[in-house]
């Protein structure tokens, strides 16, 4: 016989449990960044999330800490902080550090518990691992069906991982029509989940009569992505049915796009030869083979120095300086060694050239190529803003260098004027490539990185990205160019990811930008990064034969005056030589 007071008891715990659930669900639907996932990872998040409860003065979060959890607040009141003064109290029901679970960041304000609180959290780690898993099973599914379309069993594994990234789900109830008989169409769909029956209208006694029935992983509709399809039959849903869509315009601008980027045609035996001329060259050369002029520029942990070569005087290089220590102090080794990988393998006329590298028991050193035209952050501050004119040459330049990475597997990821120098001649080229990383065509990556007014939707949303990541920063960068600020900007951080996430759309855009400019923006900054345009090819760029819109004044091979000045470094950091990361320098 079952007690009476065990029934209450379990159906006291049920409803409580049930009311937290419906809380924290709300709680994240309702918070601007949260609301963007999709609702089957908010579902497996609030499984993951654990409770904890603090008593009344307690602190939860620590103004100066590093951070890694977001929290959900059940029940009680806190009181937000920043260096003393108070900037608000918050109630159940809300969401509040999720910044933490993007990154690793330093808490920028003060939580502590007004009265006992019940908090329920997640840290970093669960939540990325979430994003991650449920984004790799949804991406294979996808990629599974495709392949069992006859239109697309052909077509290479990277092309695939494309199509699966611009299918969109669309769900059907009992008895609707997916498609009419004699209604044209330019769609292709794939049966994700239940069953569709296909029928046809007897021409003589316009009867209809069922042909067929299809089910999961079957497919319909599939000539309208070669041409204008008139339907031939009726489909309709038996029961609920969920479809993958795909329009011919989506798949053609895929299958034409990649195909001009991935056909990179081979060096030749002339380039080849230059190329190992070149390396046999420096091979030779020590640090002590130049000397130092002056800083051209100043960075997080590094220096760049004008040097000039003593057995030459006519030619200068730019030689990066990193303290060691401060690369080991940040974790930055996995970084720099990449950045010395890609940029050794990076011979294109728009991306800087890195010649050779030398490392002391202090320092790492990177040779690189001099570019004495100056930085175009500092022209565009100078300037205020670029005419249609001008953007569309360093936007032309920008795009030959992110093809000739693309094409090779490797994204940039790290997109905006200052990291855009010119040559003597004003041609654009690409610098600092700590955030570069290969991951090979048709792949994804999910590290979370590049500056926030440039990263890319799906990078908040921890979805995994590709090379479309770098499209939706040039849209940025052309808007930058042409209005003299980026579309997209916060008071801090999470603000600023919060606003990106609305969509381009959103923003209004100044008046000295152009029609034609901006549906440019628009197209590239397409919240679907499979959607993103990406098609531009100039053989005049690249012979240098197009006259660049800004040609800077360089008085030979020392001339220093297109940079900032900045002083000389006086400190002397400690030695490394014992941990040896730096091997491959």
């Not at 059940?74 to 608000?88: D, H």
């Not at 294979?140 to 069992?148: E, N, P």
């Not at 699966?164 to 169409?185: C, F, K, M, P, W």
């Not at 760029?541 to 360089?554: D, M, S």
Request: proline share 4%; charged share 25%.
């Amino acid at each position: 016989m079952t007690c009476l007071t065990c029934v209450c008891v379990c159906v006291c715990v049920c409803v409580c449990v049930c009311r937290s659930s419906e809380l924290i669900q709300r709680a994240l639907m309702d918070n601007d960044f949260m609301k963007h996932l999709e609702h089957g990872q908010i579902l497996t998040i609030m499984d993951c999330m654990r409770p904890t409860s603090l008593a009344k003065g307690c602190c939860v979060i620590q103004e100066g800490d590093d951070g890694s959890t977001v929290y959900v607040l059940e029940e009680g009141m806190v009181e937000v902080t920043k260096q003393g003064r108070k900037l608000c109290s918050i109630g159940p029901g809300k969401v509040f550090g999720e910044l933490a679970i993007l990154y690793n960041c330093t808490r920028t304000a003060t939580v502590t518990a007004l009265t006992d609180i019940r908090l329920w959290a997640i840290d970093r780690q669960g939540f990325q691992t979430i994003m991650m898993r449920t984004g790799l099973i949804k991406h294979s599914q996808y990629t599974d069906f495709l392949r069992s379309v006859p239109s697309f069993q052909s077509l290479p594994e990277d092309v695939l991982s494309k199509l699966a990234d611009v299918l969109e789900e669309t769900h059907y109830s009992d008895g609707d029509y997916i498609i009419r008989q004699g209604a044209t169409g330019d769609t292709c769909f794939i049966i994700s989940e239940g069953q569709v029956k296909v029928s046809q209208q007897d021409s003589a006694t316009d009867e209809l009569m069922e042909v067929k029935t299809l089910s999961k992983g079957d497919w319909f509709g599939e000539q309208a992505l070669k041409g204008e399809d008139v339907r031939t039959a009726s489909v309709t849903a038996v029961g609920d049915v969920t479809c993958l869509v795909i329009d011919r315009e989506s798949f053609k601008h895929l299958i034409g796009g990649l195909d001009d980027v991935n056909n990179k045609q081979p060096d030749s035996d002339e380039v080849k030869a230059k190329l190992q001329a070149e390396a046999d060259f420096f091979s030779s050369v020590s640090l002590t083979d130049f000397n130092f002029i002056c800083t051209l520029g100043m960075g997080g942990f590094s220096r760049v120095e004008l040097v000039q070569l003593k057995s030459d005087p006519s030619r200068s290089f730019a030689l990066k300086v990193l303290k060691k220590r401060h690369i080991l102090d940040t974790s930055q080794q996995g970084h720099i060694v990449s950045e010395r990988r890609i940029m050794m393998e990076a011979h294109s006329p728009f991306i800087i050239r890195l010649y050779r590298t030398f490392r002391d028991s202090k320092y790492l050193y990177m040779l690189l190529e001099a570019c004495l035209g100056g930085e175009l952050w500092t022209l565009l501050r100078d300037r205020g803003s670029f005419d249609d004119g001008t953007t569309r040459f360093y936007a032309a330049c920008v795009i030959e260098a992110l093809a000739f990475l693309h094409s090779r597997g490797i994204i940039y990821r790290d997109l905006k004027p200052e990291n855009i120098i010119l040559d003597h001649r004003g041609y654009a080229k690409l610098v600092d490539f700590g955030f570069a990383k290969k991951v090979g065509l048709g792949k994804k990556t999910w590290t979370f990185c590049g500056t926030p007014e440039y990263v890319a939707p799906e990078i908040i949303l921890n979805k995994g990205h590709d090379s479309s990541a770098d499209c939706w920063s040039l849209g940025i960068l052309v808007f930058e160019l042409l209005s003299g600020s980026p579309p997209f900007s916060g008071s801090d951080p999470m603000k600023t990811y919060n606003i990106i996430l609305r969509g381009i759309d959103m923003v209004e855009f100044p008046k000295k930008i152009t029609k034609s400019a901006a549906n440019l923006i628009k197209r590239l900054c397409r919240d679907n990064p499979s959607e993103r345009l990406f098609c531009f090819n100039w053989d005049g760029l690249r012979q240098g034969t197009i006259e660049p819109p800004f040609t800077p004044t360089v008085d030979g091979p020392l001339d220093s005056s297109n940079f900032d000045y900045f002083p000389e470094d006086t400190e002397d950091p400690p030695p490394d030589e014992e941990s040896g990361w730096d091997l491959e320098f």
